[in-house]
């Protein structure tokens, strides 16, 4: 499944409007953001860590107006912890992102 990049960039664009530097600064800062948190939740060991990614992942998400990823963290917190169809999901997201760059 690809992921659409066009609700971060249109959520970026009503933020900051043609500033292309600050629009990247921010994507960029959303990248990392949801990366950390994917990655914190592919290494939690336990329901409570699991369920800590999975609520910062989706508030990044919320935050960015990223409503598919939003979506997956949902099903990360309604679903079974460390499901490995929803962790490969996730990343799938995320690299259509890093290859959305622009």
Same mark, same amino acid.
């Given at each position: 499944m690809v992921y659409d990049p066009g609700a971060l960039n249109a959520s970026? +664009?009503? #933020?900051? =409007? @043609?500033d292309g530097d600050l629009m990247a600064e921010l994507r960029a800062a959303f990248l990392e953001s949801a990366e950390r948190q994917a990655d914190l939740l592919a290494r +939690?060991?336990? &329901?409570a860590n699991w369920t800590i990614a999975a *609520?910062? !992942?989706? *508030?990044? #998400?919320? *935050?960015? =107006?990223? @409503? =598919?990823l939003m979506d997956l963290a949902e099903e990360a917190l309604t679903g079974a912890p460390s499901d490995p169809v929803i962790l490969r999901r996730i990343q799938a997201a !995320? @690299? &259509?992102f890093r290859g959305n760059a622009a």
């Open positions: 970026l +664009a009503a #933020a900051v =409007g @043609t +939690a060991r336990c &329901d *609520s910062r !992942l989706k *508030s990044v #998400a919320a *935050s960015f =107006g990223v @409503t =598919g !995320l @690299t &259509d």
